[in-house]
């Protein structure tokens, strides 16, 4: 089992940075994929960014592409999610996920752990 704690939220102007946090329990985080979702109210929840379990291969939603970098720390048990350039379309708690698979998938239902959710707040 893996829980999930995320944190680096805030209120920023736009095109500004937030870095992201997920931390994972256990001993087997290297064992899982592992990805960024985001749901703005009234709205599904979407897929932002994910990495494979070795880090070696990491993939994007076009809205974030070239802005937002994903990486991880697998000796440390950490997720990142580096934001730049934001916008105010990207308002949205945002949610750590895990898949115990080896490669990235976009959709929620392939993921089994989820955690919380931070608040990123962008302003105009």
């Known amino acids: 089992q893996v829980q999930l704690v995320e944190s680096g939220g805030g209120l920023v102007q736009a095109g500004g940075s937030l870095r992201l946090y997920c931390a994972a329990s256990?001993?087997?985080?290297?064992?899982?994929?592992m990805a960024w979702f985001r749901q703005a109210p009234g709205k599904d929840r979407e897929f932002v960014a994910g990495i494979s379990r070795s880090g070696g291969n990491t993939g994007y939603a076009d809205a974030v592409k070239g802005r937002f970098t994903i990486s991880r720390d697998n000796a440390k048990n950490t997720v990142y999610l580096q934001m730049n350039s934001l916008k105010p379309e990207d308002t949205a708690i945002y949610y750590c996920?895990?898949?115990?698979?080896?490669?990235?998938?976009?959709?929620?239902?392939?993921?089994?752990?989820w955690g919380q959710g931070t608040q990123v707040t962008v302003s105009s």
């Open positions: 256990g001993r087997t985080f290297s064992s899982y994929a």
């Open positions: 996920a895990a898949d115990y698979n080896i490669m990235v998938h976009r959709l929620t239902r392939e993921y089994d752990y």
